[in-house]
């Protein structure tokens, strides 16, 4: 069984930095790729961003573009968000989430694709 453990969340002024982690636990003999969710409180969880398995593709929606970067360590089996000039629209919960389907795309915003969820981690960004 795969866990999923992020970390990195915390309180930032608008315009500042985060940067998230996600570590998995577990083994898994299947290729994967990774997504980043998050969740504002009586919202739908969004996608943020995904990169596939071999980490030479990565996707993002279009208002993070630009602004947010994916990267994965395949040493650590670690999953980051590196959050840049982040606004206050960003404030959620994100959740990092790895999924065998199509491992080799990145283009893969469904969450209902993804198999494996952590339990999140809280980025609220002030005014």
């Known amino acids: 069984q795969v866990q999923l453990v992020e970390s990195g969340g915390g309180l930032v002024q608008t315009g500042g930095s985060l940067r998230l982690s996600c570590e998995a636990s577990g083994h898994t003999s299947n290729p994967y790729a990774w997504g980043w969710f998050r969740q504002a409180p009586g919202k739908d969880r969004d996608f943020v961003a995904s990169i596939n398995w071999s980490g030479e593709n990565t996707f993002y929606t279009n208002s993070v573009e630009g602004r947010f970067t994916i990267s994965r360590d395949y040493a650590k089996n670690t999953v980051y968000l590196q959050m840049n000039s982040l606004k206050p629209e960003d404030t959620a919960l994100y959740f990092c989430?790895?999924?065998?389907?199509?491992?080799?795309?990145?283009?893969?915003?469904?969450?209902?694709?993804?198999?494996?969820w952590g339990q999140g981690t809280q980025v609220t960004v002030s005014s």
């Open positions: 989430a790895r999924r065998t389907f199509r491992p080799n795309m990145a283009n893969v915003p469904s969450p209902s694709h993804y198999q494996y």
